[in-house]
């Protein structure tokens, strides 16, 4: 499949006019070659990341976050330096679909209404005509709040997960914004959600919240995301698809204490 084939096939779902400005999505690395035979998806580039993709064979790689926010010169032997070196020696390309993605609610960043059955969900912050961060809608039904943890945990890992807030007697209305979404607690809020799922909630924002928060870790959503997102992608691509899971750096502390 040529590249400028897959990078169209990308931006159809995640179309880069809407990302967000201070973001890089987009091509991150270029290759030489321009027929692409293996993709590999992730969420993250870093080294242990991209190594496992091209051990299996990717000539090109897909991730969630971009490689920088603010691109350097590789001056120092960081993740960064060692990611450069990894696809350059393999030739292998490297695009991130970053806010771009997370501002389509009918693709992969849906993923959890869509699980849930949210009722006419509607953007916490919107961007754009029929684009916008973070989603609120009603459940189907009422239900409780353990009856709706054992029904994400059967999706996502809610090891490292933490609350606050008061426990609502029932939960009907649920917001949530995959990966870092504190910033958008007072719009969960004003839409009247009994429950916010995010990641990445400070202290004295969690402390001054009026609804109750889920803070499931900024990667647990954003891994099911992309997870779809590869499996989107290998039902139209002409080009073989994998997914690589993330080596997350959290991991539940008693657990590693033994």
Not at 34 to 47: K, N, S, Y
Not at 125 to 146: I, Q
Request: glycine share 8%.
């Amino acid at each position: 499949m040529q590249l400028e084939q897959l990078i169209a096939a990308i931006e159809c779902i995640a179309p880069l006019a809407g990302a967000a400005s201070w973001d890089k999505s987009g091509l991150q690395v270029a290759c030489r070659h321009t027929d692409i035979h293996r993709l590999a998806v992730a969420l993250d580039p870093v080294p242990s990341t991209i190594a496992a993709a091209l051990d299996q064979g990717a000539d090109f790689v897909l991730t969630h976050h971009p490689l920088s926010l603010s691109p350097h010169l590789p001056n120092c032997l960081d993740n960064y330096h060692a990611v450069l070196s990894l696809l350059f020696r393999a030739d292998a390309g490297l695009y991130a679909a970053h806010t771009s993605l997370d501002v389509q609610p009918d693709g992969p960043a849906g993923w959890l209404a869509r699980f849930l059955g949210l009722r006419h969900p509607d953007f916490l912050e919107r961007t754009g005509e029929n684009c916008g961060f973070g989603l609120v809608g009603d459940l189907p039904a009422p239900c409780s709040l353990a009856d709706l943890l054992k029904r994400l945990q059967s999706r996502i890992s809610l090891d490292v997960a933490v609350t606050a807030g008061t426990c609502p007697e029932s939960v009907h209305r649920v917001a949530y914004c995959t990966g870092s979404g504190g910033s958008l607690i007072a719009e969960a809020e004003a839409c009247g959600a009994d429950l916010y799922i995010t990641g990445d909630i400070k202290y004295h924002p969690a402390l001054d919240s009026a609804i109750f928060l889920l803070d499931v870790g900024h990667h647990s959503l954003e891994e099911v995301m992309m997870q779809e997102m590869q499996e989107r992608l290998s039902r139209t691509l002409e080009v073989e698809t994998f997914f690589v899971a993330s080596d997350t750096p959290f991991r539940p502390a008693l657990a590693q204490l033994g």
